[in-house]
């Protein structure tokens, strides 16, 4: 399975940005697929997780209610809306995905920088 995310970029604080993450090589249908996030000097930290018939998300508690997650298993794409970005959002957001539901991913993105200006 190959990840290619995009959509990052620089936004002012209060705005919004759209991440898009684009699957092949698999059943995409079957994909748990999720978004986590590295800030500079900081652990890659989980953001948000949305099972393969879409009908089931999971947040962190530092995005709920900001960001949505969301899939198109005909375009074979996962997205992360971002509304109301803090500068505390700036990282670089990675794509993963797995077959199994849980924590553990197994494919990864090669990330896309999300810079929030204040």
């Known amino acids: 399975v190959q990840l290619v995310e995009s959509g990052g970029g620089l936004v002012q604080a209060g705005g919004s940005l759209r991440l898009s993450c684009a699957a092949s090589?698999?059943?995409?249908?079957?994909?748990?697929m999720a978004w986590f996030r590295q800030a500079p000097g900081k652990e890659r930290e989980f953001v948000a997780r949305i099972t393969g018939s879409g009908v089931s998300t999971y947040y962190a508690n530092s995005v709920k209610g900001r960001f949505t997650i969301s899939r198109d298993n005909a375009k074979n794409t996962v997205y992360l809306q971002m509304n109301s970005l803090k500068p505390e959002d700036t990282a670089v957001y990675y794509c993963?995905?797995?077959?199994?539901?849980?924590?553990?991913?197994?494919?990864w993105g090669q990330g896309t920088q999300v810079t929030v200006s204040s």
């Open positions: 993963a995905a797995d077959f199994r539901y849980g924590m553990t991913y197994n494919y």
């Open positions: 090589g698999g059943t995409f249908s079957s994909l748990v």
